[in-house]
Nanobody
Framework: QVQLVESGGGLVQPGGSLRLSCVASVSRPFSVYDFGWYRQAPGQQRELVAAIFSSARIHYADFARGRFTISRDNAKKTIYLQMRSLTPEDTAVYYC???????????WGQGTLVTVSS
């Protein structure tokens, strides 16, 4: 059973920063999972923002590279997404998602809403 609880979203002005957190309850040891942060803007498809692998390798979408930082704390079973230099185009609901092996989980948390507006 996978349970995901995202938090840290809110209203922020353009150029501001936020740090998102995702506490994950998974069936295997947390450290063996890869995790991705995804986002879905109104009327848009859900898209990958960044991923952090059990090997510690990291991948960023082009729009996130240089502005966002993904990290993990295996002891706290938590994934983080530090976001800087936010723009209105970053407005979306942000979700985390685990992957074990090659299978991304079909379970999603409730997400956390990020609104970038002046």
């Amino acid at each position: 059973q996978v349970q995901l609880v995202e938090s840290g979203g809110g209203l922020v002005q353009p150029g501001g920063s936020l740090r998102l957190s995702c506490v994950a309850s998974v069936s295997r040891p947390f450290s063996v999972y890869d995790f991705g942060w995804y986002r879905q803007a109104p009327g848009q498809q859900r898209e990958l923002v960044a991923a952090i692998f059990s090997s510690a390798r990291i991948h960023y979408a082009d729009f996130a590279r240089g502005r966002f930082t993904i990290s993990r704390d295996n002891a706290k079973k938590t994934i983080y997404l530090q976001m800087r230099s936010l723009t209105p185009e970053d407005t979306a609901v942000y979700y985390c998602r685990p992957r074990y092996g090659s299978a991304w989980s079909d379970n999603w948390g409730q997400g956390t809403l990020v609104t970038v507006s002046s």
